[in-house]
């Protein structure tokens, strides 16, 4: 039997669900210390990571190093540059990419279009979310999917990382 | 000393920080007995609350029974009707209402507006927010503040409420 490919998200976030000022500046300069830390730790447990275009171009030092997966729409079939595949979803089937690569455990790791493309794929199997104590009240929402949708997730763990009170959350898709 | 009346909001939310399918459907079909169990439990140790209009046509009958008040563009000065009073903050200062009326401790029920008029009032002292492990994509965020601002909070505690992990978090204003 062959095992799926397990896909994880990883998102940190203010309290109220926002993931950044604007989408050109997806970089966590507002997220503690613990979170980079666990961050960081857990990585290395994954074949590869997603992220699209924005986020990539913010860590684009470090995500070359890594199997990495860019989604953009500049590109009309997978361009490989390195270690780095650049895919447009609209052409390409990304799944399909994944098992030829043979991708275990693959890390989303952002921004919100991307992590709306596996929910809505159904394709959202962990979600580790790290809520930072902070209130934004404006910003780029965590998820930016085109309509209200009900996804059940199950609370696995919470995890109380630093004296503030940042915390982590991870949910398991449950529907 | 005349002690400060000390505000605290109640929040239902989707991981993603959503709180309503749209702005006329704040009632929240999707929050889990055991919120609606803690909410109940809390409001008695409140004297107020304060509420926006489309909050308060959801829950009118059980409101009507409560000292509201209630956030409305529709009043030139502030109307009382039994225990509930229009008031328009565009003409009306709230806080002097709140300290002429003694109410020691409020409760802000939302929606989004209300909660970020004390947000950006810097009287948000307390922030109850209650994540139901469900992801929406889209929707009603739970701040609709006009700009990007960094509100700090601590966490005080943390209580999971049922097996499917519906969490309760107290947050306290920090800065």
Redesign the interface.
Known sequence: MFPRTKFTAFVA??????IA??PKELSST?TSKEDWVFFQKSLPGFDAVVVGFNTYKVSENRLKKRNTIVFTSKVKKPKKVGSVTFLNVNNSDVFDFIKKMNYKKVAILGGPRVY?FF??NKM?HE?S?T?E???????V????????????????S?K?LNK????L?K?KY?S
């Open positions: 976030t203010s309290i109220d669900g926002r000022k604007n507002w709306d929910l809505k959202l979600l979310v809520i104590p902070l209130v934004f009240g404006a910003g929402p965590m998820f930016t999917g085109e309509k209200f949708t009900k996804y059940n997730f199950e609370l696995q919470a109380r503030k009170g940042t915390i959350l949910y449950a």
